[in-house]
């Protein structure tokens, strides 16, 4: 069985100060990994994903993402929040072994503070 | 390139009622699948399709249905509507069945059970 979990509902930052949504899994085989964004009455973008190679990624609107394999961890992470950044953030995952459906986590509410 | 539509956005049913959703995929892309997002539950797995064929299916009553068609559109069919059932109701399309596909999202289609 496949899991993830996002261990903050809301995270709150300073504009202009780096933030961190913390995301870490389980699955039996290899994981591929996928963070997504969700505004209000909005439905989910895709940001970025780690598949296979280099440990840090990096997505759309300056987000990156950092996979740890001994912490099965999958941080995201930007140098500078911006405002417009406020949004509910999932991650997910997807067993690469079979075929198994995408899990997604419960969500993260980011709050950027002006 | 248009990603993926569902229609309608917004519909108002009575319980008892049954309900059809529907959506287009983004042009090339021959996996639809589907979610139930409510504040309680967060992002629940529905069920997944692939070249009209069922691929993986979520833990849903059995009055949740779906399927796919040859031109890779899929519907969803909700009956005996419960009040329960009101969420926003997401699909998701991807190039192919393979775990490492990024799926991509409409804006999604919002049930109210009255």
């Known amino acids: 069985a496949q899991s993830v979990a996002q261990p903050e509902d809301q995270v709150n930052v300073a504009e202009g100060n780096p933030l961190t949504v913390k995301c870490t899994y389980s699955v039996s085989g290899n994981p591929y990994l996928f963070w997504y964004v969700q505004y209000p009455n909005r439905g989910l973008q895709f940001l970025l994903k780690y598949i296979t190679g280099d440990n840090l990624v990096k997505g759309s609107y300056g987000f990156e993402a950092e996979f740890n394999k001994s912490q099965t961890s999958f941080h995201l992470k930007k140098p500078s929040a911006l405002v417009s950044d406020s949004a509910l953030y999932f991650c997910?995952?997807?067993?690469?072994?079979?075929?198994?459906?995408?899990?997604f986590g419960t969500g993260t509410k980011l709050q950027v503070i002006p | 390139k248009a990603g993926v539509t569902q229609t309608p956005r917004y519909l108002i049913k009575t319980r008892g009622q049954q309900v059809t959703l529907s959506c287009s995929p983004i042009s090339g892309h021959r996996s639809v699948s589907w979610y139930q997002q409510t504040p309680g539950q967060g992002l629940q797995f529905l069920f997944e399709y692939f070249s009209e064929t069922q691929r993986n299916k979520g833990n849903f009553p059995g009055r949740f249905s779906g399927r796919q068609f040859s031109n890779s559109r899929s519907e969803m069919n909700v009956s005996t509507l419960e009040l329960g059932d009101s969420a926003l109701y997401l699909c998701?399309?991807?190039?192919?069945?393979?775990?490492?596909?990024?799926?991509?999202f409409g804006e999604g289609s919002w049930l109210t059970v009255v």
């Open positions: 997910a995952v997807r067993d690469s072994r079979g075929y198994q459906k995408v899990t």
């Open positions: 998701a399309s991807s190039l192919g069945q393979g775990a490492g596909n990024t799926i991509y």
